[in-house]
């Protein structure tokens, strides 16, 4: 552990914005991306360097901008000792601002410890559940294509909520043999989702998230007994309170870093799922191999797993978690170890 005269030198915090291009617009029920605009921090330390990233959802009511400031007002010397991970939770609420800062601190304590950080978590060796690939809208040729050339991956998510997204997933299941879950991304009625999701019964789907608006648990719990389709919340959650009210509503629940404020509270919000009997997924945004492997480095902890971020971006600026054909592994080295 490398904590000796060096550790008593001060802490430095740079905060900067970067777009990164997509290999093709994203889309899904209620916007598009052709460009994701990210923040990333570092946080130096001790001779050692940790990194994090998020993407701010404005959907949410968050942006690069805001998140900029937040992260422009941290005293970098009010960070106390690096391994004190949990100190974090106490300068900043669950932000985008505080996911970023989150995972350049986790990957700060494992290079100054020299472990990686599903070491410092405890996770390290054990298996991740393989990714899900997205099939984001389109037309439907264009979508049932992008299915076949993803044909040798174990999982596919697509997007659906628009008209005639039923027929475009009876399409694509009689072409793909493998699992199929399905995004609304909040894109339908309550009454529209019951109906789609027993027209969708028949396709063999793994799981629906978050169907209807956010906000609805009356009507989410209504959805969720008229399907066999196990139904996951998405935006209707955020932190492990989140988690808790959502017991008896939902069958599961779609975590993210970005919504969580990063790890440290993912992980309370991965043991309260446990507690309560909800299924836990962890999610992604479109982000580097930053964010991906923060994200890889608690994903043993989880049932089902969609971390294919850095796939859908035209080049990676921070390689790290490695992808065979849904198979992910983490990158050998300390802290996350991306490239820098």
């Known amino acids: 552990m490398r904590r000796g005269k060096d550790a008593v030198s001060g802490w430095e915090l740079e905060v900067y914005e970067r777009d ?67 100190a974090i939770l106490e300068q900043l609420p669950a932000s985008p601002a505080r996911c970023a800062l989150d995972i350049a601190l986790h990957d700060l304590a494992g290079q100054l410890a020299e472990l990686s950080v599903a070491q410092l978590l405890g996770v390290a060796g054990r298996r991740i559940p393989p990714t899900s690939v997205t099939v984001p809208i389109a037309g439907v040729d264009a979508m049932v294509a992008r299915a076949q050339r993803l044909g040798d991956h174990p999982c596919l998510k697509l997007k659906v909520g628009f008209d005639g997204d039923v027929d475009v997933v009876a399409a694509i299941r009689g072409r793909y043999s493998g699992r199929i879950r399905v995004d609304a991304n909040e894109g339908w009625s309550a009454d529209e989702a019951i109906e789609r999701l027993r027209a969708l019964e028949r396709f063999d789907i793994e799981l629906c998230e978050q169907p209807i608006p956010r906000g609805n648990f009356d009507d989410l719990t209504r959805v969720t007994e008229a399907t066999s389709i196990p139904v996951f919340a998405d935006e ?14 939902v069958d599961g629940v779609n975590l993210k870093l970005r919504k969580t ?17 909800l299924k836990l997924m962890l999610g992604c945004d479109l982000t580097s191999g930053v964010s991906a492997t923060a994200e890889a480095s608690v994903a043993a902890l989880v049932d089902h797993v969609d971390i294919d971020g850095p796939l859908l971006l035209a080049e990676d600026p921070h390689p790290g978690v490695g992808y065979d054909r849904g198979v992910v592994s983490l990158p050998r080295g300390p802290g996350l170890g991306v490239r820098r």
Do not use: H, K, M
């Open 20 to 86: 990164l291009a997509l290999t093709e617009t994203f889309t899904i029920a209620t916007v598009s991306w052709d460009v994701a605009t990210n923040i990333f921090v570092r946080v130096r330390y001790g001779g050692e360097e940790g990194i994090g990233e998020v993407s701010p959802d404005q959907r949410a009511g968050d942006s690069p901008a805001a998140t900029l400031e937040a992260l422009s007002r941290i005293d970098p010397e009010g960070l106390g000792d690096p391994f004190d991970l949990e």
């Open 236 to 249: 209707d959650v955020t932190t492990s309170e989140d988690v808790a009210r959502l017991s008896g509503v």
């Open 261 to 277: 404020g990063g790890i440290r509270e993912a992980l309370r919000a991965i043991a309260t799922a446990r507690a309560v009997g």
